[in-house]
């Protein structure tokens, strides 16, 4: 019989435990202070100068468009947290990935992250097989990325790649990819081994979401997610398995 005394080493893992909860949690609210405290100026500097101004229709419209966009920026953001602090049970039935992808986009395009919308170019090829998926659960994580893409574009005129590819994959076969590819800057090097990790971004909107739940949704289907990032623009894949009879 081996006895090993493990006091000191349980106490080290502990203290681990306890300083990676507590940087999880300062990463959140630091996340949530900056994104709320942003729109928040907006809509009290405009609501302020609404009494003076309001025979101005040229700031009247100004008021309503930037204060609706804050506002659904604002609510975007309680969707992701509620996303994944309380992911929903998903019902893996077989759809069409066109689908999920031409409903993401006309969401999307309801509530961009930023104005003018970013010009969306469409790959798809005409016949992709079928996929056992959450409708919604694989809509929203296509929706999220997309939202990543235009906020990566930060403002400036640029493209959002949108496409759906038969493809093959040594561990699954046949599959159906989605990708969503920007023209930005690419990700940052010091930040790329840590891009699924929450509340990792280096943008000034968003709270780094969209990845740690595109990842988890891929996990729920079977499938996987892939990225790649250069100056020249990052490209995300969402990868399943093709549906067989």
């Given at each position: 019989?081996?006895?090993?005394?493990?006091?000191?080493?349980?106490?080290?893992?502990?203290?681990?435990?306890?300083?990676?909860?507590?940087?999880?949690?300062?990463?959140?609210?630091?996340?949530?202070?900056?994104?709320?405290?942003?729109?928040?100026?907006?809509?009290?500097?405009?609501?302020?100068?609404?009494?003076?101004?309001?025979?101005?229709?040229?700031?009247?419209?100004?008021?309503?468009?930037?204060?609706?966009?804050?506002?659904?920026?604002?609510?975007?953001?309680?969707?992701?947290?509620?996303?994944?602090?309380?992911?929903?049970?998903?019902?893996?039935?077989?759809?069409?990935?066109?689908?999920?992808?031409?409903?993401?986009?006309?969401?999307?395009?309801?509530?961009?992250?930023?104005?003018?919308?970013?010009?969306?170019?469409?790959?798809?090829?005409?016949?992709?097989?079928?996929?056992?998926?959450?409708?919604?659960?694989?809509?929203?994580?296509?929706?999220?990325?997309?939202?990543?893409?235009?906020?990566?574009?930060?403002?400036?005129?640029?493209?959002?790649?949108?496409?759906?590819?038969?493809?093959?994959?040594?561990?699954?076969?046949?599959?159906?990819?989605?990708?969503?590819?920007?023209?930005?800057?690419?990700?940052?090097?010091?930040?790329?081994?840590?891009?699924?990790?929450?509340?990792?971004?280096?943008?000034?909107?968003?709270?780094?979401?969209?990845?740690?739940?595109?990842?988890?949704?891929?996990a729920d289907h079977n499938g996987k997610i892939d990225l790649q990032?250069?100056?020249r623009g990052t490209r995300v894949r969402l990868i399943l398995p093709?549906?067989?009879?």
């Amino acid at each position: 019989m081996t006895i090993e005394d493990r006091t000191q080493e349980n106490a080290m893992q502990d203290k681990q435990d306890h300083l990676e909860r507590g940087l999880f949690w300062n990463q959140l609210a630091a996340s949530i202070s900056h994104e709320v405290r942003n729109p928040l100026v907006t809509i009290k500097t405009f609501a302020q100068l609404l009494p003076e101004r309001y025979q101005d229709p040229e700031f009247r419209s100004e008021f309503s468009e930037l204060v609706d966009l804050d506002i659904n920026r604002l609510s975007a953001m309680i969707d992701q947290l509620n996303d994944f602090a309380n992911p929903g049970d998903i019902s893996l039935v077989k759809i069409d990935a066109l689908k999920a992808l031409k409903y993401a986009r006309a969401q999307f395009e309801k509530t961009p992250p930023s104005k003018p919308l970013p010009k969306i170019i469409e790959d798809i090829e005409s016949i992709i097989p079928e996929v056992l998926a959450d409708l919604d659960a694989l809509s929203k994580s296509i929706e999220m990325l997309l939202q990543n893409a235009a906020e990566a574009l930060e403002g400036k005129p640029g493209t959002i790649h949108l496409s759906l590819n038969k493809g093959v994959d040594v561990e699954y076969g046949e599959t159906v990819e989605i990708g969503i590819s920007d023209d930005g800057p690419g990700i940052l090097d010091e930040l790329r081994d840590h891009v699924f990790s929450p509340f990792c971004s280096h943008k000034p909107r968003g709270l780094g979401l969209g990845l740690p739940i595109a990842q988890r949704t891929m996990a729920d289907h079977n499938g996987k997610i892939d990225l790649q990032s250069s100056p020249r623009g990052t490209r995300v894949r969402l990868i399943l398995p093709a549906y067989r009879v």
